[in-house]
């Protein structure tokens, strides 16, 4: 994008390795923004300037060097204005035209190689004069003309150069000098012989790889000059990317980058080295940077920085610190609780909400949409959450504005679980307590996933239907004896977050293996060819059986080596009871779990009573009352040939059943070490069984809830007050507020 200046001699310096160059200047699009904003931005972006201000730092090179440069060209970027309409008076309005009679400097590439957003069939000026183009776009927004405004980085250096002196060898098209250059054809030459073909032959470091946006294949014959080359980018089996562009700094081909060493890939003719394992082709992360051979130092343009793309709209702006309204630390404030409730409730009930005093009146319909899409932008390394929605002044019908609002704060991690929050129909509740809240229960399994298990921490993944809890009862003990998050499908397969996750907590999964609970019905067969196809060296194996009673036999069978004296029990129709126990059958004294075993509600079948023999099972819990589970399948556990006790534990509700759970294994056989509260609603189940990996590794019981907090579960909290409220959990959305309420109350939060 930058032309190249003349090469310097000097005298050499030290060089350390540093990753190589790669092109990362992203376009970022602000939408409906104020014509005070932008003015704004305007002002400040022609107001820094390089340090050497004869210096534009884009164009020709003797127009770089020249003493004849106006002000806005001193500036570290380039603004630039595009509207439909022409404009007549360019000189009174501070800008521009490129290409203009007389003048020798054409933006027009750089602006097209900046990506630059433009009006359909409109015209493009460079803004010179931030206080004359602020009365301009202010005209053109209150008579509702489309205008863009692109602020484009033109690159500099941390001391505010222009351009830097490296003594790296460069990319060319032609190494016409090979101490200070690197043909980019050798550069492409070499990714290539390390593309991995296929499975078992050929191993590489390189997934794959682009030459000129052209993806490589195994038939391509070698590149060559007649190629004319460009740019190259490769994605390399590790995950990461590397972009590299005429100009950039040279790679080193011998020796490639690892996460913790080097690693030797060519002998010093070039041949590639044999006996090199994919293993060790998969940790290969960059490649390190070559110093020119004669201590030349070169002078080089500072690579173009991002783009921010300003759409312009006659729009009031009203900023709010989300440090008033939510941390992660301290919850929600009583105002911020105001602010987002008012906001919600004004969806339910006639569209109105207070906000600094006034009163708006909006469509219900349309603020409902405006708060699910509300979007989380970044703002210079600040983040804001913004939604926009047309509203009329309450007291004033004629007064009609397209009102945004933005949370800005340091943190994007606080600013999603508002997200999460103005998306759901319940209040948010006062009080210091974690949420761990997605879009849906995929999106909440994935939340709870990252809450379990840092970066690369977790050694497989377990998969489960989201619309099939049935089939998940027994995954707990099962994941929590492969150090495994309980992520979900849906009938389409796995979505790219849960993808994504998979890759954050687990890495590469290389030689791991990934298990599905549940049929094909519950989990289709696509989840293993996405897997297969994301992680080619991952083994995937299906635990199901015929019914939800043979799947929770399977699973236990594959548990044997891991399991315990001790299993539990629950009724084919006993999600609930399962969900309740499912934290205390994946715990792991003497690191051994306890299977949870689905039965039929009348009698439990011989194989089921083979296999709790056969694994010497002298302990057996059944969850649930008559109703789940029969007194004759209690006796048919008995007859057990390893002659287990077998106890029932059980409520009259599911909400009895839980506390009965928590009173007898909270705090006596595990320590309490914080509290989960998640749904105990039929539909909603899934969000505690995700939740219970979570609540097994760190000690956390898992309290069900309903509408209200019953004065049973309420008197529980209280008497383990001092060691629950340590790590509060909300998992799920659909929690009432009135529980959480409640609970905030009752632990004193």
């Given amino acids: 994008m930058k032309k190249q200046i003349a090469v310097l001699m000097a005298a050499a310096t030290a060089v350390t390795t540093v990753a190589p160059a790669i092109a990362n200047a992203a376009v970022n699009e602000h939408l409906d923004v104020s014509a005070d904003t932008v003015s704004a931005k305007i002002k400040e972006a022609l107001g820094k300037q390089y340090k050497v201000i004869n210096n534009e730092g884009i164009g020709k090179d003797d127009y770089k060097k020249t003493d004849d440069i106006e002000d806005y060209q001193k500036s570290q970027y380039l603004v630039v204005l595009s509207v439909k309409d022409e404009v007549k008076d360019l000189e009174s309005n501070g800008l521009l035209k490129d290409k203009e009679a007389g003048r020798e400097l054409d933006y027009t590439q ?100 682009k030459v000129d946006d052209e993806v490589w294949t195994v038939d391509r014959a070698k590149y060559n000059a007649a190629d004319d080359i460009k740019k190259i980018e490769a994605k390399l089996t590790s995950g990461a990317v590397v972009k590299l562009e005429l100009g950039d700094k040279a790679i080193d081909l011998h020796d490639v980058m ?109 603020l409902s949409e405006a708060l699910k899409n509300a979007k ?21 019908a004629a007064r009609k504005i397209n009102l945004k609002i933005a949370l800005t704060g340091k943190n994007a991690t606080d600013l999603q679980v508002v997200k999460n929050d ?93 298990y599905i609970v549940g049929g094909e019905s519950s989990v ?43 299993v539990f029990a629950v009724g084919g129709d006993g999600a609930a009871d399962a969900m309740s126990i499912a934290p205390v059958a994946a715990n792991k004294p003497a690191d051994k779990v306890s299977p949870v075993l689905v039965v039929p509600k009348a009698s439990v079948s011989k194989d089921v009573r083979d296999f709790l023999g056969q694994a010497g099972v002298r302990d057996i819990v059944a969850v649930g009352g008559e109703a789940s589970i029969s007194t004759q399948a209690l006796k048919d556990l008995k007859a057990v040939a390893s002659a287990p006790t077998v106890d029932r534990i059980s409520g009259s509700n599911r909400y009895d059943t839980n506390l009965a759970i928590l009173k007898k294994y909270y705090p006596s056989n595990i320590a309490i070490k914080g509290l989960i509260v998640a749904s105990g609603a039929n539909d909603k189940l899934v969000d505690a069984q995700t939740s219970s990996v979570l609540a097994s590794k760190d000690g956390y019981p898992i309290v069900l809830a309903d509408g209200k907090l019953n004065a049973d579960q309420a008197k529980y909290l209280k008497d383990n007050k001092e060691a629950l409220n340590k790590n509060v959990n909300q998992v799920g959305g659909v929690v009432a507020a009135d529980f959480m309420k409640a609970v905030v109350d009752s632990l004193g939060l």
Avoid at 531 to 547: C, D, H, I, Q, S
């Fill in 422 to 514: 103005l998306r759901t129909p319940e209040d948010v509740v006062v009080g210091k307590f974690t949420k761990l809240i997605g879009a849906n229960r995929y999106e909440t399994a994935i939340e709870v996933s990252k809450e379990s298990f840092a970066d690369n921490e977790a050694d497989s993944v377990v998969i489960v239907g989201g619309n099939s809890v049935i089939d998940g009862l027994s995954a707990a003990p099962l994941a929590s004896s492969v150090n495994a998050p309980i992520l979900l499908a849906d009938k389409n397969g796995l979505s790219r977050n849960t993808l994504a996750e998979i890759e954050r907590a687990c890495g590469k999964l290389y030689n791991k293996t990934v």
């Fill in 524 to 566: 289709p067969a696509s989840v293993k060819k996405q897997l297969m196809e994301k992680y080619p060296n991952v083994v995937v194996e299906r635990l199901a059986g015929a019914n939800r009673f043979d799947t929770s036999l399977s699973v236990a069978k594959k548990l044997k080596d891991h399991m315990g004296s001790s």
């Fill in 110 to 209: 750089f602006i097209n190689d900046s990506k630059v957003k433009k009006v359909q069939g409109g015209h493009e000026y460079i803004v010179t004069d931030a206080a004359k183009a602020s009365s301009l776009i202010e005209k053109l927004v209150i008579n509702n003309k489309e205008a863009i405004v692109s602020i484009v980085d033109k690159g500099a250096t941390k001391d505010g150069e222009a351009v830097e002196i490296t003594t790296d060898k460069l990319i060319k098209k032609v190494a016409n000098d090979s101490k200070t250059e690197q043909g980019i054809v050798d550069v492409a030459n070499f990714l290539a012989e390390f593309v991995k073909v296929d499975k078992t032959n050929n191993a590489g470091f390189v997934e794959e790889l």
């Fill in 376 to 396: 989380i932008v970044n703002r210079d390394g600040k983040f804001a959450l913004e939604f926009t929605v047309a509203v009329a002044d309450a007291n004033d």
């Fill in 258 to 366: 690892t996460d913790k060493t080097e690693l030797k890939v060519t002998a010093e003719d070039g041949k590639r080295l044999e006996g090199i394992e994919q293993s060790a082709y998969d940790k290969v992360t960059g490649f390190k940077n070559l110093t020119s051979e004669d201590g030349k130092r070169t002078q080089i343009d500072v690579p173009t920085g991002d783009t921010e793309v300003y759409v312009l709209k006659d729009i009031m702006t009203k900023e709010v610190k989300l440090e008033d309204v939510f941390t992660r630390d301290g919850g929600y404030t009583k105002e911020g609780a105001d602010f987002i409730n008012k906001l919600k409730n004004a969806v339910i009930e006639n569209g109105i909400f207070n906000h600094e005093g006034t009163s708006y009146k909006a469509d219900k319909a349309e």
